[in-house]
């Protein structure tokens, strides 16, 4: 405290002196003036800025037993970096504070319902910022996921003083919540089905299935269990009859709910989209509902040769059941919703014989787009098994084949916190260590990602650290049932029921890093390797962990079964297609590099194609043109041999007879905008002295559309092929067509001011551009993303980390839902960043860029455990020119585009010969004369420097493998000699003829000038 008081009063002396004089060159200058004042001039002024920031450093470090304390208190906090701490307590606890650290502590949290005694809600008000948390007259109603979905509590949470009393009281009353509502909505489900089976039709059950009036009063996390506990009921019901036909009635009845809502899915796409979060909202719980309904329809197939009890059936033991403790004394007991909300009650899933309480933890609606095959209940069975075991497991298999995603939908399947780490060469151990006393104190699985990327001394440790908590985790159950047989004959407990004993947690102690921790037996941890089947890892990491090898998905089913959840009727046919295509390619090896390598998968390619082709509409024909153009947009660009592509392209065609049709594939952009930005495109590329040929603009709308799609593009070419001249024209369009937009709806304003306004005009796509270059290979990966400055805990960021926590804090920190409504549409700020250089293993920039390119969840992954969360309006533009060191797992999560630069020396000589005859240097003769000698002569001179292995005599011995585009650098340097040859035959006469008996030897001076500058630059530019 000392320390810092020193330099809070020196700082407010600062302040004073600034108030009384702020002009700037009197802190520069040493002035005549007092003693006190010639302190904070000049060097002396640096000086102390040094020093105080020095000792801030030092209490910063000293304050960190103190943040250890503070993340005792909350134990989510573990998973937050030191400086996310930090800001708990230095500052001022509001709901606009800390809402940022409460979206980080519950993933589907994304706003809070806060509201005072009168029933207003402060968080739409402009001072939100004057109402703290220890305000009598506030209190938080609920809270908001994604797509607005409304969680209201049953209580209103009280304010307090300390923020960490009140996250904890925030984490219990979010999962009181979450447990209710799912108790609440399996109730209303069965009572529904009743009515059914009895003959009473559900109101409005005609236009759209009961799903959907659930989705809209319920969680869709709570929709889709009470769907899997009506389903295990009714499979168990059936299956009790030994009549075959209600076997039969139950698939038939999975088959028309699936075709209902395939149907629902199609009206609201010929109807109802009209893109407000309501619509996104119940799309989203319609696909997750249409994937669920396909899964249950997989498992009754399997089930169709179960002839003897379906209890003792391995193909049911296997599948993952959901039970509720109360569903069974329903029938029985009659009791009403009100009194089994009083009632204890639970869910729980059953598997192989164990039984795993459900954990509550609320998802989000977006996150349950998963796809169930074979493979995927195997993974499923082992992993769990693993987890149950070892409490470890250690996860390999082909890259880019979902094996994290995998194993966060079995965690969210079971209601689990899942927390994910992305492992890299500079993750520390400490910061492994924290995150793991974290899960161990929250029951959350922990997974560290690529874990073969750290040294391998610290993989032995981690070992050592997992084989002790193994040890001490395996005599825990054994001491806690004989506490609990003594509790029970000292107390004389009535016995309780199954699913009480195997839902009641109890947590023990367990020695770890030096401390006793209180462990919750939910947890996990999950080791995952990017490096296929073969990482190397210590092996006392081996013995501790349980090895998970998953294979290959099954691709057709993915791709069927993600095709009919956005509402394709021909899903089957377009499926088998698709699989095909990608198979026959990777075979030839006309997919692109990173794709065709060994122990490969090339599903997340496949997914960005179908993510890329949309929201379909009742039209098999136009269904196949929007999979032709995803397939144009995602996977053409990205192959960089004309021979692959041209192959590729042959086989595309061949399968998709549609494709032949198109030409330029734009599937955001309508064709009327297509021409407005072609032109705009066309100007700027004439401004920078480029001749706008049809490649290059069909290049720029190429990108145009691949960054409506992708957050993360890299624009790959050999070196002067026009890559910076691309995006920099686009960019420049994107600008002249927003201020022209902007232009007219002014105009538009000013000319509906006095008119009555029954509709708003509706506002231009286009939007400016804001671009920030980077050249990453020129700086460190510590100035790059950040490290901890001097002290332990003192963060600093690095360019990229603060260009996109930048463009992050530009978003909105709280979800104003009262005032979306109202509030007029702004077009977006539009930022890209460019980072210009080749990737490679060192410093490694470009694989930490990994998780920026993830369509679920895009974040930028810090060493201090931090995720950076990036404004929806940045995007990212790698350029460069090589692939050779790029890592294929970043690769797959980036879109790319391919600009060959081919004959671009063509442009640059026509818009040269443009530029002189707008000038007045040459006249109509004369350029047609010199363009005609220009393609007699530079085709067959370039052939000649090819064919001939002729090297120029500024190249160096490594240019050859530069990779400059051909053409380029002699079309510059003709041009340059040009220049020279026309300003001196300038000053002796004119090169422009006004009289026809000047024109014969006007024209033999052009003529002259032509070849002498051929010749000139044939000797001074060439050897042999």
């Known amino acids: ?133 220890s305000r009598p007259a506030m209190r938080v109603q609920g809270v908001y996921g994604a797509l607005q979905e409304h969680l209201p509590f049953l209580c209103p949470l009280e304010p307090a003083v300390d923020p960490l009393i009140w996250l904890g009281l925030l984490e219990n009353r979010l999962y009181e919540t979450v447990k209710q509502l799912m108790h609440r909505c399996i109730f209303a489900r069965q009572c529904q089905k009743k009515l059914e089976q009895n003959g009473v039709p559900s109101p409005e059950a005609s236009e759209l299935p009961a799903f959907w009036q659930q989705a809209s009063e319920y969680p869709v996390q709570c929709c889709l269990v009470a769907e899997e506990v009506l389903w295990c009921s009714e499979v168990e019901k059936a299956f009790q009859d030994p009549d075959q036909s209600i076997r039969k009635s139950l698939k038939s009845r999975n088959a028309a709910k699936l075709k209902s809502l395939c149907q629902a899915m199609q009206a609201i796409f010929a109807n109802l989209c009209d893109g407000t979060l309501a619509t996104k909202h119940a799309l989203t719980a319609l696909r997750a509902l249409i994937l669920l309904t396909m899964k249950h329809y997989q498992q009754i197939d399997g089930l169709a040769e179960v002839k003897g009890s379906l209890e003792s059936s391995f193909k049911w033991q296997r599948t993952m059941t959901y039970r509720h403790s109360a569903t069974d004394n329903w029938n029985q007991s009659g009791l009403s919703q009100e009194d089994l909300c009083c009632t204890e009650h639970s869910v ?461 804090e530009r978003d909105s920190l709280v979800n104003d839902l009262s005032r979306a409504k109202d509030r007029k549409a702004k077009k977006p700020n539009v930022q890209w960043l460019v980072l210009d250089g080749e990737p490679s293993d060192h410093p490694g920039w470009f694989y930490s860029l990994r998780t920026l390119g993830d369509l679920r969840d895009p974040c930028l992954c810090l060493l201090s455990s931090e995720k950076v969360q990036p404004s929806q309006e940045l995007k990212i533009i790698i350029e460069n020119t090589s692939l050779r060191d790029a890592a294929p797992s970043t690769l797959a999560q980036c879109s790319l585009v391919h600009v060959s630069g081919q004959d671009l020396w063509k442009s640059i000589w026509k818009n040269e010969l443009d530029t002189l005859y707008q000038d007045d240097a040459l006249d109509r003769n004369t350029l047609k004369m010199w363009k005609s000698a220009a393609d007699d002569l530079f085709s067959r001179t370039l052939t000649f420097i090819k064919h001939h292995s002729l090297t120029t005599v500024l190249s160096g011995e490594g240019d050859e493998g530069s990779g400059i585009i051909d053409g380029l650098r002699e079309i510059t340097s003709f041009i340059n000699i040009l220049h020279a040859l026309l300003e001196e035959f300038d000053e002796g006469c004119g090169l422009k003829s006004s009289t026809k008996s000047t024109q014969k030897g006007g024209n033999f001076t052009t003529f002259l000038i032509l070849y002498e500058c051929i010749y000139t630059f044939s000797i001074c530019r060439l050897t042999v």
Request: proline share 5%.
């Open 1 to 133: 405290m000392e320390k810092f008081s020193l330099v809070d009063k020196t700082f407010r002396e600062i302040i004073q002196i600034t108030l009384s004089d702020p002009h700037v060159l009197n802190f520069v200058r040493l002035w005549k003036t007092t003693e006190t004042c010639g302190q904070f001039q000049g060097q002396n002024l640096r000086i102390l800025f040094t020093e105080g920031l020095t000792v801030l450093e030092e209490v910063c470090s000293e304050l960190m037993d103190l943040v250890d304390s503070v993340r005792g208190e909350f134990p989510r906090l573990q998973f937050l970096s030191d400086g996310e701490v930090m800001k708990i307590l230095s500052l001022h606890p509001t709901p606009l504070s800390l809402l940022p650290l409460v979206r980080k502590c519950f993933r589907g949290v994304q706003g809070l319902e806060v509201t005072n005694s009168s029933g207003n809600d402060l968080m739409s008000q402009t001072d939100s910022n004057e109402y703290v948390l």
């Open 348 to 808: 729980y899933v059953n598997i192989l014989g164990m039984q795993l309480p459900y954990g509550y933890e609320y998802i989000g609606p977006e996150n349950w787009m998963a796809v169930n095959t074979s493979s995927t209940e195997r993974a499923f069975l082992v992993i769990l098994f693993a987890l149950s075991s070892y409490r470890c497991a250690y996860i390999s298999g082909p890259s880019m084949s979902g094996k994290k995603e995998t194993l966060l939908q079995l965690g969210w399947a079971l209601g689990r916190q899942v927390v994910t780490l992305r492992i890299c060469a500079s993750t520390s151990l400490p910061l492994v260590c924290q995150m793991l006393i974290g899960a161990l104190q929250t029951g959350a699985w922990l997974v560290l990602d690529s874990v073969e990327s750290m040294d391998q001394g610290s993989l032995s440790v981690l070992g050592q650290h997992l084989i002790d908590l193994h040890q001490h985790l395996s005599i825990a159950p054994k001491q806690q049932k004989v506490q609990e047989l003594q509790d029970l004959n000292d107390l004389a407990l009535p016995e309780r029921k199954p699913w009480c004993q195997k839902t009641a947690e109890m947590e023990c102690q367990v020695p770890f890093a030096g401390s006793n921790i209180s462990v919750k037996p939910s947890f996990g941890c999950v080791l995952i390797s990017s490096n296929g089947y073969s990482a190397e890892i210590p092996e006392n990491l081996r013995v501790v962990t349980r090895p998970v090898s998953l294979m290959h998905p099954d691709y057709s089913i993915i791709t069927e079964v993600l095709l009919v959840s956005l509402g394709f009727s021909e899903a089957a046919s377009l499926s088998r297609r698709l699989v095909s295509l990608f198979s026959l390619a990777k075979d030839l090896f006309c997919l692109p590099d990173y794709v065709c390598r060994d122990q490969t998968s090339w599903l997340v390619l496949l997914k960005r194609v179908i993510h890329a082709s949309g929201d379909s509409v009742v039209n098999a024909v136009r269904e196949e043109q929007y999979v032709v153009r995803a397939v144009a947009v995602v996977v053409l660009p990205a192959i960089t041999e004309p021979s692959r592509a041209s192959q590729f392209k042959d086989i595309f065609e061949e399968i998709f007879p549609t494709g032949r049709s198109f030409t330029i594939l734009q599937k955001y952009v309508k064709e009327r905008e297509q021409d407005v930005l072609r032109n705009a495109v066309s100007e700027e590329l004439q401004e920078t002295g480029l001749w706008p040929d049809s490649p290059m603009l069909d290049s720029a709308l190429t990108l145009y559309e691949t960054l409506e799609l992708s957050k993360v593009v890299m624009l790959l070419g050999p070196a002067g092929s026009g890559k910076t001249t691309l995006y920099q024209a686009l960019a420049g369009a994107l600008r002249r067509l927003a201020e022209k937009s902007s232009k007219s709806e002014l105009d538009e304003e000013d000319d509906l001011a006095d008119k009555t306004k029954s509709k708003v005009p509706s506002g231009s796509r286009w939007y400016s551009i804001n671009t920030v270059v980077l050249f990453p290979n020129a700086l460190p990966h510590e100035e790059l993303f950040g490290r901890c400055y001097r002290h332990p805990g003192c963060w600093c960021d690095g360019a990229i980390t603060k260009v996109i926590r930048t463009s992050g």
